[in-house]
C-alpha cells in the first residue's frame, strides 16, 4: 500500500493541546482566555482521561481544617517527600497556587465535600503534615475532570477532536509549529499547524504488567518530546502506589485510594500484625508512598504477605454508614468486583504501578521545555514530584501547571510566525507516516499484543520495586531486542485502518520503548536509593547525589545520560525546610 | 487458575453488516467481560474495536449491551451467566465498528446546556463560599454521573424512537438536575427544559434508574423534581393566569 503520498486533512489552530486530562484542560482554558484559538485533541473521549481515576483528593494549602497549615508547610511537604531533588521553584509555586486553583473550580461548579462550617472540607492523608486534600468522597478526579470538562466545551475558541492519534510533532526552524495525527474511527491523517504545542498526555505506567494505568497511559508525549529533542529528566522515578487490588487476577492492579488509610485504614501483614511499625512508627500507614509501597513488598518477600501475595488493608474498625458515605465507590468496587464487603472484611492490597514523576524537562513558570514552541504539564512534565510524589499534588499539579503552561503557550503563540510562513519539510512528513503504516505492510509480523506484553514483563522483572545494576542492564538489553522486534512488528493480521486496536498498539509499543529505555538508563546511573528509587546494590542515600537530577538527551548516537547539579536552594525557601511544625491533633468539631 | 472455556458471541462488523462472531476464551477466577473481550483482542482478532479505560467502573467507556441488558462490561463478572455471553454494542448509536458506537451526539447536547451560572455578587466576592453538606448533596448525587451513556441508550424515546432532535436523554436531565440544585446556581433552566431539552417526552419508565451503574436515582431524584418545577410554571392553571399579566421568566434560551 502506498501510504507514503497519503492525503491529510490540514487544520490550523493557535494552540494544539494533546491530552485532555486535567492538565489539558485547564491549559486550553486558559490559553483560550489568554485570547488563542485552541484544539484540544484527546486519544479517548472528551471526559475519560486518567484524571478520573484520582479519587484521595486535591491538595492545597487552605487550612480549613488545621488552621496551622500554610503554602510554607505544603512546600516543605513536597520537598521532603521529592527526597530533595524536586525543582524547588516549582515546589514553592505550586504551594502557593493551588489553594486559588481549587477555589476557582469551585467558582465553576464543582461541589467539595464540606466542613462544619461550610467551608470546603480536607482530608488527611500520606507524609501531609496537616489534613489538606479537598475531596468529593473518593470521586474527586471525576469531579475536577467533569468541571474542567464543561468549563472549556462553554469557553469561546475551545475546540475538541476526540479519538485522535497524535504521532509526531512537526517542526520548522527549530520549533514545533504543528503534529501529525490519526483519527481512530478511519485511520485519516490530519495535520496540526499551530504556534505552539502544549502536551498532556499524561503518564506510561503501561509499560509495567501491574499498573492502575489504562491503556492510554503509553508515554506518548514523552516519546513525542524526545522525538524533537526535547530533554527528559529524573526518569528513574516512578511511583508504585502501595495499594492496588490484587485479587481476583483480572482486577490485579486497580487502585485503592490512599483516603481509605487517610480514614483509618490500617495495614496488617498474615500474621495480623501492624507492620509499619516497624517501617515508619511515627507516621505509620501515613508515611510516603515509597515507603509503604516498599514496606508491603518486604513483608511479601519475608513471607507474611497474604494468600494472594499482599497486605491486608482493614477499615471494618470504621462505622458501615462512615466507610459508605467516605469512600462509596472503594466500597461498591471491592463488592462487585472481589465480592468483599470492606465494612466486614479487610482488603487485599499491594503495590502497583501508578504514576511517573519522571518526565519532560520544563521551566517551573512557564512549562517551556528546551525546544522553542513546545510546552508540557501534569503527569508528564518532571519536576515538581522529585524521587516521590505525594497524594492529591498531583491534582493541584494539574490545575496550577496546566493554567501556567496554557497562558504562556497561547504567548508563544502570538508571538510566533504564522503558519502559511513556517515551511514544513515534506521528508518529515513522509517519513513519520510510512513508520506509522509500516505495520499493514508486515502481514506475518509479530502480534503487537505479545510484543507490548514482553515489554510489561521486562519492565516487571528488571525495574522493579527494588533495583540493582545487572537486573537494570540485562532489561536494558532486552528492551534494546525488543525494539529491534518492534520495528517488524504487524498489525495482529487485519489491513484495516478502522478502529483497530492491533495497529494502534504497534504504535503504542514504540513510546512505551523510549520510556522504558529512559527509565533503565536513569535507574543505572543512580547509583544510591532515594525516594521511589531503590536500589539493593545502593541501600543507602548519597547525600551528593540530593543536588543532582539525571537528564536525558538525544544525540545521533542514541540515547545520553547525564548528571546536572540542582540550583542551590535560596536561603528563605532552605529555612522552610528546617522549620519544625506543630503535629496536627484533630478539633472536637471535626 | 483456568475453570472452563466461556463461549463469547461477540458482534462484529460495521454501519453496513456485521453478525455475531464465536470466540472460545478461557476463563480465570473473578474475570469480568471486559476481560474477556481484551482476551480476544490480544489472541484471536487484534482488529476487535472497544472502547476502555480505567477497568475500574469510573470513566464510563466500556458501555455495551451483555446478554441484551446495558452494562459497563468492566464491572459484569463473567460468572453471573455460565459459560455462554452474548455482547453486542450499545443499540441508540450509529455504529462505528464492533462493540464501539458513535456517542458524539451526548456532546453536542451537553454544548446546548447553558453552564453553572452564580450570581454577580458571588461571582465578584473575595470571600470563599460558604455551603452546607445537606445542601450541596442533592447536587453531588447527580455529580457522579460517569457518562457511560447506559442511560441514554435504554431509554426508549432515543432507542425505540430515535427522538435525539426533540429530546436530550436522561443523561442530560441529570445534568441539568446537578445545576439547578447546585446551591449557588441562579440561572432558570425551566424554559429550556420544556422547549428542546424535551423532558414532557419521559413517561417515567425509570429504565435508566435501572441501568445507571452509579446508582444515581434519576427518574425520581433527577427527572420527576424537575417535571414539577417545570410544570409549576407552565402547567399551573393560577400562575398561568398570572403569567398572562405579565411575563417573568428570565431564563436560559427554550431553544
Given at each position: 500500500m502506498d501510504f507514503v503520498s497519503a492525503t491529510y486533512e490540514t487544520v490550523e489552530t493557535d494552540v494544539l493541546v494533546l491530552g485532555a486530562g486535567g492538565a489539558g484542560l485547564r491549559g486550553a482554558i486558559a490559553a483560550a482566555e489568554g485570547g488563542a484559538r485552541v484544539l484540544v485533541v484527546c486519544k479517548s473521549l472528551l471526559g475519560k482521561a486518567h484524571t478520573v481515576m484520582a479519587e484521595g483528593g486535591v491538595a492545597a494549602a487552605m487550612h480549613n481544617v488545621a488552621y496551622q497549615d500554610s503554602w510554607e508547610v505544603h512546600f516543605a511537604d513536597t520537598m521532603k517527600g521529592g527526597k530533595l531533588i524536586n525543582n524547588w521553584r516549582m515546589a514553592e509555586l505550586h504551594a502557593k497556587e493551588s489553594p486559588e486553583r481549587v477555589l476557582e473550580l469551585e467558582r465553576w461548579g464543582a461541589v467539595f465535600d464540606r466542613t462544619w462550617q461550610g467551608r470546603i472540607h480536607q482530608r488527611p492523608f500520606g507524609a501531609h503534615t496537616y489534613p489538606r486534600l479537598a475531596h468529593i468522597g473518593d470521586r474527586t478526579g471525576l469531579e475536577l475532570i467533569r468541571t474542567l470538562q464543561d468549563r472549556a466545551v462553554h469557553t469561546k475558541g475551545v475546540d475538541v477532536h476526540m479519538e485522535v492519534t497524535a504521532f509526531k510533532l512537526l517542526t520548522a526552524d527549530g520549533r514545533v509549529v504543528g503534529a501529525l495525527a490519526y483519527r481512530r474511527a478511519d485511520g485519516s491523517l490530519i495535520m496540526y499547524r499551530c504556534g505552539a504545542v502544549l502536551l498532556a498526555s499524561g503518564g506510561a505506567g503501561k509499560m509495567y504488567r501491574v499498573t492502575s494505568n489504562s491503556w492510554e497511559s503509553t508515554g506518548d508525549g514523552v516519546a513525542l518530546a524526545y522525538d524533537v529533542g526535547a530533554q527528559l529528566r529524573d526518569m528513574e522515578m516512578v511511583q508504585f502506589?502501595?495499594?492496588?487490588?490484587?485479587?481476583?487476577a483480572g482486577v490485579r492492579g486497580i487502585l485503592v485510594t490512599e483516603g481509605v488509610r487517610g480514614e483509618g485504614g490500617v495495614l496488617r501483614n498474615k500474621d495480623g500484625e501492624r507492620f509499619m511499625e516497624r517501617y515508619d512508627h511515627e507516621r505509620m500507614e501515613l508515611s510516603s508512598r515509597d515507603v509503604v509501597a516498599r514496606a508491603i513488598n518486604s513483608e511479601v518477600n519475608a513471607g507474611r504477605g497474604t494468600p494472594h501475595g499482599g497486605a491486608y488493608l482493614d477499615i471494618t474498625h470504621r462505622k458501615p454508614e462512615f466507610i459508605k458515605s467516605k469512600l462509596p465507590s472503594m466500597y461498591e468496587q471491592f463488592l462487585k468486583l472481589a465480592k468483599v464487603d470492606i465494612t466486614k472484611e479487610p482488603m487485599e492490597v499491594a503495590p502497583t504501578l501508578h504514576y511517573m514523576m519522571a518526565g519532560v524537562r520544563v521551566e517551573p513558570e512557564t512549562g517551556a521545555t528546551n525546544v522553542a514552541g513546545l510546552y508540557a504539564a501534569g503527569e508528564l512534565a518532571s519536576g515538581l514530584h522529585g524521587a516521590n510524589r505525594l497524594g492529591g499534588n498531583s491534582l493541584s499539579d494539574l490545575l496550577v501547571f496546566g493554567k501556567r503552561a496554557g497562558d504562556a503557550a497561547a504567548e508563544a503563540a502570538k508571538r510566533s510566525p504564522k503558519s502559511d510562513n513556517t515551511k514544513i519539510e515534506p521528508a518529515q512528513v513522509d517519513e513519520a507516516v510510512a513508520a506509522l503504516m509500516a505495520p499493514f505492510d508486515k502481514p506475518a509480523g509479530e502480534s503487537p499484543f505479545a510484543l507490548q506484553a514482553e515489554i510489561q514483563d521486562v519492565m516487571s522483572a528488571h525495574a522493579p520495586i527494588v533495583r540493582e545494576a545487572s537486573g537494570l542492564e540485562a532489561g536494558l538489553e532486552k528492551i534494546q531486542d525488543l525494539r529491534a522486534r518492534a520495528m517488524v512488528c504487524g498489525t495482529g493480521g487485519s489491513q484495516t485502518r478502522a478502529f483497530n486496536p492491533g495497529w494502534h498498539t504497534a504504535w503504542d509499543i514504540q513510546s512505551m520503548l523510549v520510556n522504558a529505555e529512559a527509565l533503565l538508563r536513569s535507574a543505572l546511573e543512580r547509583k544510591e536509593s532515594r525516594g521511589a528509587h531503590a536500589r539493593s546494590d545502593y541501600p543507602k542515600t548519597d547525600d551528593r547525589l540530593a543536588s543532582v537530577n539525571f537528564v536525558i538527551e538525544k544525540t545521533p548516537h542514541g540515547m545520553l545520560v547525564k548528571a546536572e547539579p540542582i540550583p542551590t536552594m535560596p536561603g528563605h525557601l532552605a529555612e522552610i525546610l528546617h522549620r519544625s511544625y506543630a503535629t496536627y491533633t484533630p478539633e472536637a468539631t471535626e | 487458575m483456568e475453570l472452563n472455556n466461556l463461549d463469547l458471541k461477540i458482534w462484529r462488523g460495521d454501519a453496513k453488516s456485521g453478525e455475531l462472531v464465536s470466540y472460545r476464551v478461557p476463563v480465570r477466577e473473578g474475570m469480568v467481560v471486559l476481560d474477556a473481550v481484551l482476551w480476544v483482542q490480544a489472541n484471536m482478532a487484534a482488529d476487535l474495536a472497544v472502547r476502555w479505560n480505567c477497568k475500574a467502573a469510573k470513566c464510563g467507556s466500556c458501555s455495551a449491551e451483555v446478554q441484551g441488558f446495558p452494562r459497563l462490561m468492566c464491572k459484569t463478572p463473567i460468572a453471573d451467566y455460565g459459560n455462554q455471553v452474548t455482547v453486542r454494542p450499545m443499540k441508540a448509536f450509529p455504529l462505528i465498528k464492533d462493540l464501539v458506537t458513535d456517542v458524539s451526539w451526548n456532546y453536542e447536547v451537553n454544548k446546548e446546556i447553558p453552564p453553572f451560572t452564580p450570581s454577580e455578587k458571588d461571582l465578584t466576592t473575595s470571600e470563599p463560599w460558604r455551603m452546607q453538606q445537606q445542601d450541596v448533596e442533592r447536587s453531588m448525587e447527580f455529580r457522579k454521573c460517569i457518562e457511560c451513556f447506559l442511560c441514554q441508550d435504554v431509554c426508549h424515546v432515543l432507542r425505540a424512537h430515535d427522538l435525539k432532535s426533540a429530546f436530550y436523554g436522561p443523561r442530560f436531565f441529570v445534568r441539568i438536575a446537578s445545576l439547578e440544585m447546585h446551591p449557588k446556581d441562579v440561572l432558570d433552566r425551566r424554559p429550556l427544559l420544556k422547549g428542546k431539552a424535551g423532558l414532557g417526552l419521559c413517561n417515567v419508565s425509570k429504565c435508566c434508574t435501572e441501568v445507571c451503574p452509579e446508582h444515581i436515582k434519576i427518574t425520581d431524584n433527577a427527572i420527576i423534581p424537575l417535571k414539577e418545577r417545570m410544570d409549576d410554571v407552565y402547567f399551573d392553571p393560577i400562575r398561568w393566569l398570572i403569567n398572562r399579566r405579565k411575563p417573568r421568566v428570565k431564563n436560559a434560551s427554550s431553544g
Amino acid at each position: 500500500m502506498d501510504f507514503v503520498s497519503a492525503t491529510y486533512e490540514t487544520v490550523e489552530t493557535d494552540v494544539l493541546v494533546l491530552g485532555a486530562g486535567g492538565a489539558g484542560l485547564r491549559g486550553a482554558i486558559a490559553a483560550a482566555e489568554g485570547g488563542a484559538r485552541v484544539l484540544v485533541v484527546c486519544k479517548s473521549l472528551l471526559g475519560k482521561a486518567h484524571t478520573v481515576m484520582a479519587e484521595g483528593g486535591v491538595a492545597a494549602a487552605m487550612h480549613n481544617v488545621a488552621y496551622q497549615d500554610s503554602w510554607e508547610v505544603h512546600f516543605a511537604d513536597t520537598m521532603k517527600g521529592g527526597k530533595l531533588i524536586n525543582n524547588w521553584r516549582m515546589a514553592e509555586l505550586h504551594a502557593k497556587e493551588s489553594p486559588e486553583r481549587v477555589l476557582e473550580l469551585e467558582r465553576w461548579g464543582a461541589v467539595f465535600d464540606r466542613t462544619w462550617q461550610g467551608r470546603i472540607h480536607q482530608r488527611p492523608f500520606g507524609a501531609h503534615t496537616y489534613p489538606r486534600l479537598a475531596h468529593i468522597g473518593d470521586r474527586t478526579g471525576l469531579e475536577l475532570i467533569r468541571t474542567l470538562q464543561d468549563r472549556a466545551v462553554h469557553t469561546k475558541g475551545v475546540d475538541v477532536h476526540m479519538e485522535v492519534t497524535a504521532f509526531k510533532l512537526l517542526t520548522a526552524d527549530g520549533r514545533v509549529v504543528g503534529a501529525l495525527a490519526y483519527r481512530r474511527a478511519d485511520g485519516s491523517l490530519i495535520m496540526y499547524r499551530c504556534g505552539a504545542v502544549l502536551l498532556a498526555s499524561g503518564g506510561a505506567g503501561k509499560m509495567y504488567r501491574v499498573t492502575s494505568n489504562s491503556w492510554e497511559s503509553t508515554g506518548d508525549g514523552v516519546a513525542l518530546a524526545y522525538d524533537v529533542g526535547a530533554q527528559l529528566r529524573d526518569m528513574e522515578m516512578v511511583q508504585f502506589h502501595p495499594t492496588g487490588m490484587v485479587w481476583p487476577a483480572g482486577v490485579r492492579g486497580i487502585l485503592v485510594t490512599e483516603g481509605v488509610r487517610g480514614e483509618g485504614g490500617v495495614l496488617r501483614n498474615k500474621d495480623g500484625e501492624r507492620f509499619m511499625e516497624r517501617y515508619d512508627h511515627e507516621r505509620m500507614e501515613l508515611s510516603s508512598r515509597d515507603v509503604v509501597a516498599r514496606a508491603i513488598n518486604s513483608e511479601v518477600n519475608a513471607g507474611r504477605g497474604t494468600p494472594h501475595g499482599g497486605a491486608y488493608l482493614d477499615i471494618t474498625h470504621r462505622k458501615p454508614e462512615f466507610i459508605k458515605s467516605k469512600l462509596p465507590s472503594m466500597y461498591e468496587q471491592f463488592l462487585k468486583l472481589a465480592k468483599v464487603d470492606i465494612t466486614k472484611e479487610p482488603m487485599e492490597v499491594a503495590p502497583t504501578l501508578h504514576y511517573m514523576m519522571a518526565g519532560v524537562r520544563v521551566e517551573p513558570e512557564t512549562g517551556a521545555t528546551n525546544v522553542a514552541g513546545l510546552y508540557a504539564a501534569g503527569e508528564l512534565a518532571s519536576g515538581l514530584h522529585g524521587a516521590n510524589r505525594l497524594g492529591g499534588n498531583s491534582l493541584s499539579d494539574l490545575l496550577v501547571f496546566g493554567k501556567r503552561a496554557g497562558d504562556a503557550a497561547a504567548e508563544a503563540a502570538k508571538r510566533s510566525p504564522k503558519s502559511d510562513n513556517t515551511k514544513i519539510e515534506p521528508a518529515q512528513v513522509d517519513e513519520a507516516v510510512a513508520a506509522l503504516m509500516a505495520p499493514f505492510d508486515k502481514p506475518a509480523g509479530e502480534s503487537p499484543f505479545a510484543l507490548q506484553a514482553e515489554i510489561q514483563d521486562v519492565m516487571s522483572a528488571h525495574a522493579p520495586i527494588v533495583r540493582e545494576a545487572s537486573g537494570l542492564e540485562a532489561g536494558l538489553e532486552k528492551i534494546q531486542d525488543l525494539r529491534a522486534r518492534a520495528m517488524v512488528c504487524g498489525t495482529g493480521g487485519s489491513q484495516t485502518r478502522a478502529f483497530n486496536p492491533g495497529w494502534h498498539t504497534a504504535w503504542d509499543i514504540q513510546s512505551m520503548l523510549v520510556n522504558a529505555e529512559a527509565l533503565l538508563r536513569s535507574a543505572l546511573e543512580r547509583k544510591e536509593s532515594r525516594g521511589a528509587h531503590a536500589r539493593s546494590d545502593y541501600p543507602k542515600t548519597d547525600d551528593r547525589l540530593a543536588s543532582v537530577n539525571f537528564v536525558i538527551e538525544k544525540t545521533p548516537h542514541g540515547m545520553l545520560v547525564k548528571a546536572e547539579p540542582i540550583p542551590t536552594m535560596p536561603g528563605h525557601l532552605a529555612e522552610i525546610l528546617h522549620r519544625s511544625y506543630a503535629t496536627y491533633t484533630p478539633e472536637a468539631t471535626e | 487458575m483456568e475453570l472452563n472455556n466461556l463461549d463469547l458471541k461477540i458482534w462484529r462488523g460495521d454501519a453496513k453488516s456485521g453478525e455475531l462472531v464465536s470466540y472460545r476464551v478461557p476463563v480465570r477466577e473473578g474475570m469480568v467481560v471486559l476481560d474477556a473481550v481484551l482476551w480476544v483482542q490480544a489472541n484471536m482478532a487484534a482488529d476487535l474495536a472497544v472502547r476502555w479505560n480505567c477497568k475500574a467502573a469510573k470513566c464510563g467507556s466500556c458501555s455495551a449491551e451483555v446478554q441484551g441488558f446495558p452494562r459497563l462490561m468492566c464491572k459484569t463478572p463473567i460468572a453471573d451467566y455460565g459459560n455462554q455471553v452474548t455482547v453486542r454494542p450499545m443499540k441508540a448509536f450509529p455504529l462505528i465498528k464492533d462493540l464501539v458506537t458513535d456517542v458524539s451526539w451526548n456532546y453536542e447536547v451537553n454544548k446546548e446546556i447553558p453552564p453553572f451560572t452564580p450570581s454577580e455578587k458571588d461571582l465578584t466576592t473575595s470571600e470563599p463560599w460558604r455551603m452546607q453538606q445537606q445542601d450541596v448533596e442533592r447536587s453531588m448525587e447527580f455529580r457522579k454521573c460517569i457518562e457511560c451513556f447506559l442511560c441514554q441508550d435504554v431509554c426508549h424515546v432515543l432507542r425505540a424512537h430515535d427522538l435525539k432532535s426533540a429530546f436530550y436523554g436522561p443523561r442530560f436531565f441529570v445534568r441539568i438536575a446537578s445545576l439547578e440544585m447546585h446551591p449557588k446556581d441562579v440561572l432558570d433552566r425551566r424554559p429550556l427544559l420544556k422547549g428542546k431539552a424535551g423532558l414532557g417526552l419521559c413517561n417515567v419508565s425509570k429504565c435508566c434508574t435501572e441501568v445507571c451503574p452509579e446508582h444515581i436515582k434519576i427518574t425520581d431524584n433527577a427527572i420527576i423534581p424537575l417535571k414539577e418545577r417545570m410544570d409549576d410554571v407552565y402547567f399551573d392553571p393560577i400562575r398561568w393566569l398570572i403569567n398572562r399579566r405579565k411575563p417573568r421568566v428570565k431564563n436560559a434560551s427554550s431553544g
